[in-house]
């Protein structure tokens, strides 16, 4: 009883180390802020959304034909 406990406890110490020596590579990755283009409602990353002004408001767009198209839309819709 006393060998099975004593290997247990080895077990237990093993994992630990291996733990400590090498450490897991499936790190929680960081969330990704999402913006949604006003055009066509697709949610994109906010690091890969096309930045545009427009009347001293920022709206991020998926293309540039998209920044373009909500462009065009607005400027008939005030005019």
């Known amino acids: 009883m ?3 406990a ?3 406890i080895a ?4 994992i630990l180390v291996a733990r400590l020596i090498f450490p897991s590579s499936a790190k929680e ?10 055009n066509n409602g ?3 990353p906010k690091t890969e959304a096309i930045k545009k002004t427009i009347n001293g408001k920022e709206y ?7 920044a373009e198209d909500y ?5 008939t819709k005030t005019d």
């Open 71 to 75: 462009i065009n839309k607005n400027q």
């Open 11 to 14: 077990v237990i110490i093993v």
């Open 2 to 4: 006393a060998r099975l």
């Open 60 to 66: 991020y767009f998926s293309s540039e034909q998209s």
């Open 42 to 44: 697709v949610y994109i």
């Open 6 to 8: 004593l290997f247990g």
């Open 29 to 38: 990755p960081n969330p990704t802020e999402m913006v949604q283009d006003p």
